[in-house]
């Protein structure tokens, strides 16, 4: 599913009310959900109702309600060809430029 929100904070608004939905379809009060992931009553229920929370609070919830497949291609590489991927090493192998001929070491 795409997001097409107009802002960070709608979008985190709607992750903490997917947080929210998730919990309670596991049947988790916020205590429990905050025990499992090691956080205060107060972030989880901050993060519900606001989506306000530090990255690493999104990814202890998403584990501890066994979401963490959203979160992979949040930030995944594009996918390349053989090709492309050879390319890209040639272009980053480093080359130097021939010594002029009055920089030569004489013998």
Not at 23 to 41: I, Y
Not at 46 to 74: C, H, K
């Amino acid at each position: 599913m795409m997001l097409f929100l107009e802002s960070p904070e709608s979008i985190c608004r709607m992750v903490g009310a997917r947080s929210r939905a998730l919990r309670l379809a596991r049947n988790l009060p916020q205590q429990e959900l905050a025990r499992m992931t090691g956080v205060s009553l107060s972030s989880i229920r901050r993060f519900e109702a606001t989506g306000q929370g530090s990255f690493e609070l999104v990814a202890r919830i998403a584990l501890a309600l066994q979401a963490t497949d959203g979160l992979e291609p949040l930030f995944a590489l594009p996918e390349r060809t053989i090709a492309q991927a050879e390319a890209a090493a040639q272009a980053a192998r480093r080359q130097r430029a021939r010594k002029r001929a009055s920089e030569e070491p004489t013998a």
